[in-house]
């Protein structure tokens, strides 16, 4: 499926739409080149599972992983692997623990072989000023996006 | 901090333990802050050589590294485990490997050695460095401002007393160093990337190229520096393929390099306007060591009368001493941890108590 994104809201609107949807043990892959909108995009998923509009939701860049958990309880976990190379390590941000909630990945070329085969893909692009959302994964997904 | 109200534990060294990111170190400090012995271990040369990836999660590299460290540091000071008055580390926020291979190796050691442990938090300790004897003309009083800019944070903080802090402002996506570095690789330049940015901006003309300045003059202050990022990728994208030619990075530089200037300046001036009665402004993090951006804030801090502090880069960007200093602070307010005080990768400033 592929999504016009005219501007910033509309990626964040894709984001909340996509929360709606999310359910523990559900992985989201974000793809795409800097400053196509991954980041903006989590965000939004996250601020909409925790129901705090206003939250401040850092980049992991850094930090490689950020958790947050949700008022039901789940727990989210947003990956950045921008600074790596590779899944080595991936084991020591809590990977196989995160699998239980709900997990955002960005940069998750670098995943390899621990890439969870049930994984929602989702490649934001640049398009002229707006982006370009591809998704691929499973129906319940895509249904009424 | 837990226990509060102990006793006063008496006086004495405190080894302090920094492991929340890429950096490992160790320091040990004496009472009145006079620093005994200092090691860091910085993974950045070694992240250099992959272009700034990490090769290998931090972690293990940590736990490689801390127990020689210490031990040659408590070498230096002519100093064993039994003589301290405690032992202190890093809980938060950071990488949850390294918060817990470097609290992990101070629980131990103070169960060992039968001292109290202090958990501490990165930005506390980032925030009180401005207080070690001997590192401004006067050791400035509270309240102080401190903007904290590096690679994992974006801060303003009004530092109101030890665990009394009023977060101004943050960053709303991209932290400012983080933009440094991601701009220096589109620009196609080694890692790390904010000297090597500030390199190429001294040959450029910032007014060549237009970059927006994100939430200038807005309320407040919060720092965005996403879309200026975006604004960066946007140029390069639209150069012709193949290398950036050098005097169209360079100008790229110098205009994104401006462009982070007034936005730091302008966060500045609203900053000391929800904090008037700051007796100084403190500079923190990699990113004030660039001269353009240090002598803007300078300019800032002194049209309101206020002395602008930046700490020497060792002791700005992530070591123990700091660690070890906001060590001695709490101990002085008669404040230890719980060995059972855990490690937060998440763990805001304003969630900190006297």
């Known amino acids: 499926m592929r999504l016009r994104l005219p501007d910033d809201d509309a990626t964040q609107d894709l984001g909340r739409r996509l929360a709606a949807k999310a359910q523990p043990g559900d992985v989201l892959l974000l793809e795409g080149p800097l400053g196509a909108g991954k980041s903006t995009l989590a965000r939004a998923f996250i601020r909409a599972l925790l129901h705090a509009p206003r939250l401040t939701v850092p980049s992991p860049t850094f930090t490689l992983v950020q958790s947050y958990t949700a008022p039901s309880g789940v727990e989210i976990w947003h990956y950045d692997l921008w600074r790596l190379d590779g899944p080595a390590g991936l084991e020591e941000l809590g990977w196989d623990e995160a699998q239980d909630g709900i997990v955002l990945v960005e940069w998750p070329d670098r995943l390899g072989d621990l890439t969870p085969p049930h994984a929602l893909h989702l490649r934001l692009s640049h398009d002229g000023a707006g982006r370009l959302a591809e998704l691929r994964g499973e129906a319940r997904w895509l249904d009424g996006l | ?354």
């Open chain 2, 1 to 354: 901090m837990e226990r509060k109200g102990e006793p006063h534990p008496p006086g004495g060294p405190v080894l302090g333990i920094e492991s929340s990111c890429d950096e490992t170190a160790a320091a040990i400090l004496a009472p009145d802050g006079r620093i005994l012995a200092e090691r860091v271990l910085s993974q950045i040369a070694d992240h250099a050589a992959f272009g700034g990836v990490v090769p290998e999660i931090a972690a293990r590299a940590h736990l490689a590294a801390l127990d020689a460290m210490v031990k040659d540091a408590l070498g230096e000071a002519g100093l064993g485990f039994a003589d301290l008055a405690a032992i202190a580390g890093t809980a938060g926020p950071g990488l949850i490997g390294g918060l817990l291979v470097g609290t992990g190796y101070a629980k131990g050691a103070a169960i060992a050695a039968g001292k109290p442990y202090l958990a501490l938090n990165h930005l506390e300790a980032h925030a009180l460095t401005a207080r070690l004897p001997g590192l401004a003309p006067v050791q400035p009083g509270f309240p102080y401002l401190l903007l904290l800019l590096s690679g994992g944070h974006s801060q303003c903080v009004a530092v109101e007393g030890v665990g009394r802090y009023r977060l101004l402002g943050s960053t709303l996506d991209d932290a400012v160093g983080e933009a440094f570095d991601k701009s220096a690789k589109l620009l196609g330049l080694p890692y790390p990337g904010g000297p090597a940015l500030e390199a190429l901006a001294r040959e450029g003309d910032a007014a060549a190229v237009a970059l927006p300045r994100p939430l200038l003059h807005r309320e407040g202050c919060d720092f965005s520096f996403s879309g200026l990022k975006t604004a960066v990728v946007q140029l390069v994208a639209a150069e012709p393929p193949g290398p950036l030619a050098r005097a169209r990075a360079a100008d790229i530089a110098a205009s994104f390099q401006a462009a982070v200037t007034d936005i730091l300046g302008d966060r500045l001036v609203h900053a000391l306007a929800l904090c008037p009665d700051a007796s100084a402004v403190i500079i923190a993090g990699g990113v004030a060591a660039n001269s353009a951006i240090r002598a803007r804030l300078a300019e800032v801090a002194a049209k309101a009368s206020k002395p602008l502090i930046a700490p020497p880069l060792r002791l700005c960007t992530d070591n123990a001493v700091m660690v070890a200093w906001a060590a001695q602070e709490r101990l002085r307010a008669g404040q230890v941890s719980g060995l059972d005080a855990p490690c937060k990768p998440r763990w805001p400033l304003d969630q900190l108590t006297p």
